[in-house]
């Protein structure tokens, strides 16, 4: 999916940098979701957390470019 999703992000076509935007946000929304879940029912961090950090790391900086 990033490899998808850092390009489009960097796209010359504004269209598609709005496309690519908007699913990243639905994305985060969904990480986010998870985490809130696994707070709510008790569970820590784990290796998916930490593999997850390195993805939104990627996008933060591809969206910040």
């Known amino acids: 999916m990033t490899a998808v999703l850092v390009p489009a ?3 010359d076509d504004a ?3 709005t496309a690519a935007a908007s699913l ?3 994305a985060a929304a969904f990480l ?4 809130v879940d ?3 029912s008790g569970g820590g961090s784990g ?3 930490i593999e ?3 993805w939104e790391v990627e996008i933060a ?3 910040v470019e």
């Open 9 to 11: 992000l960097l796209h």
């Open 15 to 17: 269209g598609v940098r």
């Open 24 to 26: 990243v946000f639905n």
């Open 32 to 35: 986010q979701k998870g985490r």
């Open 38 to 40: 696994a707070v709510r």
């Open 47 to 49: 290796k998916k957390d």
């Open 52 to 54: 997850d950090e390195d």
């Open 61 to 63: 900086s591809a969206v």
